[in-house]
């Protein structure tokens, strides 16, 4: 039976995503993201893996967005910053992390999905 562990930050940032080959006016959101890794066993401390480690690395891989315009900063300055890519690109640089954190190394963790909210009733959800 798998256990599952969720963790969650908040970053602002602004985007203006191009839909139909129309770009939107720039605006801001409050981006809520929640994160759920899962583990088959917990280790010998009865933990799927210490809170802070993963919280550092999601702070970490979100921060890099907090009070930018997501269409300046990277991969989203090629690529369209809708909340469905923004989840997937938090969930791949996670998932890389999980691959090679030595609190994860060898244990069988993995991310199970990403959870993104940039309004009230508007989230994305990425599953790797």
């Not at 809520?32 to 999601?58: C, K, P």
Request: proline letters at 5%; hydrophobic letters at 45%.
């Amino acid at each position: 039976m798998p256990y599952i562990l969720e963790l969650k930050t908040v970053f602002s940032a602004a985007h203006a995503i191009v839909i139909n080959g129309w770009r939107e006016p720039l605006h801001g959101h409050d981006w809520h993201v929640t994160v759920s890794v899962e583990a088959n066993a917990l280790d010998a401390d009865g933990l799927v893996v210490d809170f802070h480690a993963i919280t550092d690395q999601l702070k970490a891989i979100a921060g890099r967005f907090h009070n930018r315009s997501l269409n300046e900063t990277p991969p989203f300055n090629t690529v369209n910053p809708t909340a469905e890519l923004v989840a997937q690109h938090i969930g791949t640089e996670l998932a890389r992390w999980l691959e090679g954190a030595p609190a994860a190394k060898g244990r069988g963790i993995r991310l199970k999905q990403v959870h993104i909210t940039e309004a009230i009733g508007c989230a994305a959800v990425f599953v790797p």
